[in-house]
């Protein structure tokens, strides 16, 4: 069965660095059909793609915080990291992470976490 | 970037109604288009993939058509499960980022 768990800091203070965990299960991040992906969901708003890494450790980001964010893994782990720096009040989200089905391109977002609450506050 | 507009915003319906979805995209992106369901507190469940691949476990009842800037998600008999919010998603790996719409919710009439 294949899960993916994201855990991290609830409450975070503006200017701070945000380093949120996904633990996968399930496959193995050197699978070459698969990557990780995160995106965020602010209250009550739509979910925003933040960006997501392959396999062979390419990674693609949104380009509006390619300057704030970093994604990493530790495929001995199962884990992607995410981090962000800089967080402002208007980051405080659900962060999700999902697994990236992929055949030659990218073809599906298709098991995602349950998702972790981040509050951006002092 | 690529836009994504959805319509309408809202929909009342009732169990057994058919019910569409639109979907419209800034530029073409031929399928490159996802649709998802989320509940309120949950993650977001893909139902479609590459505009009409229906996703493996999902019931028969939804699907999806379309390609370059159109796309439509149709559930043919509204089920009592089917409440939820509903979201396109572009994903073309040649123009990230991979925007979401707006979303749909469907409620109850």
């Known amino acids: 069965q294949v899960t993916l768990k994201e855990s991290g800091p609830v409450l975070v203070k503006p200017t701070e660095t945000l380093t949120l965990t996904c633990t996968v299960s399930g496959f193995s991040l050197s699978n070459v059909g698969m990557g990780v992906s995160w995106i965020r969901q602010p209250p009550g708003k739509a979910l925003e793609w933040l960006g997501h890494?392959?396999?062979?450790?390419?990674?693609v980001y949104r380009t509006s915080l390619k300057s704030s964010l970093t994604i990493s893994k530790d495929t001995s782990k199962s884990q992607v990291v995410l981090t962000m720096t800089n967080m402002d009040p208007v980051d405080s989200a659900t962060y999700f992470c999902a697994r990236i089905r992929v055949n030659m391109m990218v073809e599906a977002f298709d098991i995602w976490g349950q998702g972790t609450m981040v509050t951006v506050s002092s | 970037d690529i836009q994504m507009t959805q319509s309408p915003s809202t929909l009342s319906a009732s169990v057994g109604d058919r019910v569409t979805i639109t979907c419209r995209a800034s530029?073409?992106?031929?399928?490159?288009l996802a649709w998802f369901q989320q509940k309120p507190g949950k993650a977001p469940k893909l139902l479609i993939y590459k505009a009409s691949s229906l996703e493996s476990g999902v019931p028969s009842r939804f699907s999806g058509s379309g390609s370059g800037t159109e796309f439509t998600l149709t559930i043919s008999s509204l089920q009592p499960d089917d409440f939820a919010t509903y979201y396109c998603?572009?994903?073309?790996?040649?123009?990230?980022?991979?925007?979401f719409g707006p979303g749909t919710k469907v409620d109850i009439k």
């Open positions: 530029q073409n992106i031929i399928t490159w």
């Open positions: 890494i392959f396999s062979n450790d390419e990674k």
């Open positions: 998603q572009q994903y073309n790996s040649y123009s990230p980022p991979f925007t």
